[in-house]
């Protein structure tokens, strides 16, 4: 991420580590810039966090992010138990990140931010948005974790802990080398910024997973903000059906459907999802 700023900062009882665009001097990051958070960049929109998957951290948007600099000074932090965040013991529950990101926001001192959410990430800005009401400009969900309580039996009875636990042993290389095989189509980029996510990923943010998890229906029906609700072509997690039933339930619900992709849209479709975001975005920047 060569032209993006680490920073951390406190927030909530923890440390969150994030992605942003250089600040509005130019400057890289300085001694205290993690009590001291850059100001945005002057002409940018206002900012949307993009909150990422299991096993992915923020650095995983930057493909998505590049599309998206030119007119939103993202901000792409890392969920606790991922990335260079902390790793605190319990605290990986839907709501706790949530919490997370609300501190965050708070901390980084941030004016009505839009949200992007993939997968995990999908679900987490969900509950954001529905807990921040007003504050909150617009929500991006890209195929989010929007589970019925049978599924998320079924995936945590998959014991996909045990699998990472197992896959933590192996080498980038290797990761790299069988995600290669599996996705073909995914550039050289995005899969060594996954499988070096994969390796910071502790153990403990699969607890995650562990039912119940939100209501998503209850969820999404008390959000105020314009939603965009993101399908993908063939294999997503969230179905036309499902689709359907959330606008009837909250009617600021708008969909959209990016061709040539499972479950990894920000992985399979950067610019495809970002054009998509954006053309969503821009008209709410400007109200």
């Known amino acids: 991420m060569p032209h993006w700023t680490s920073e951390t900062c406190a927030a909530g009882g923890v440390y969150i580590h994030y992605w942003r665009g250089r600040s509005i001097d130019g400057r890289?990051?300085?001694?205290?810039?993690?009590?001291?958070?850059?100001?945005?960049?002057?002409?940018k929109a206002k900012p949307p966090l993009l909150l990422h998957g299991l096993t992915a951290n923020g650095a995983c948007w930057g493909p998505v992010a590049r599309y998206l600099e030119?007119?939103?000074?993202?901000?792409?932090?890392?969920?606790?138990?991922?990335?260079?965040?902390?790793a605190p013991a319990r605290g990986y529950r839907y709501e706790d990140h949530a919490a997370d990101v609300i501190a965050l926001i708070a901390a980084l001192g941030l004016d009505q931010p839009f949200l992007l959410g993939h997968s995990m990430?999908?679900?987490t800005a969900a509950l954001v948005a529905a807990m921040m009401d007003a504050a909150v400009r617009g929500v991006v969900l890209a195929d989010p974790t929007f589970l019925t309580p049978r599924r998320q039996r079924e995936v945590?009875?998959?014991?996909?802990?045990?699998?990472?636990?197992?896959?933590?042993?192996?080498?980038e290389g290797e990761l790299v080398a069988e995600a290669r095989r599996r996705h073909p189509r995914r550039s050289a980029e995005i899969l060594a910024l996954q499988c070096a996510a994969k390796l910071q990923t502790r153990t403990s943010a699969f607890e995650v997973l562990?039912?119940?998890a939100p209501d998503y229906r209850q969820t999404v029906g008390v959000i105020r903000a314009p939603i965009l609700l993101v399908l993908a072509d063939a294999g997503g997690v969230v179905s036309e059906k499902t689709a359907g039933e959330l606008f009837r339930l909250n009617p600021r619900v708008q969909t959209g459907r990016i061709a040539e992709t499972g479950h990894g849209i920000?992985?399979?479709?950067?610019?495809?999802?970002?054009?998509?975001?954006?053309?969503?975005?821009?008209p709410l920047a400007r109200v």
């Open 210 to 212: 562990k039912p119940p």
């Open 266 to 282: 920000p992985y399979d479709q950067p610019k495809r999802l970002a054009d998509a975001v954006a053309q969503f975005l821009r």
């Open 28 to 43: 890289g990051p300085q001694r205290g810039d993690a009590a001291r958070p850059p100001r945005l960049r002057a002409g």
């Open 121 to 123: 990430g999908g679900m």
């Open 70 to 86: 030119c007119d939103f000074d993202v901000v792409m932090p890392d969920a606790c138990g991922h990335g260079r965040s902390s």
């Open 156 to 171: 945590w009875e998959s014991n996909a802990a045990g699998e990472h636990r197992r896959q933590l042993d192996r080498s």
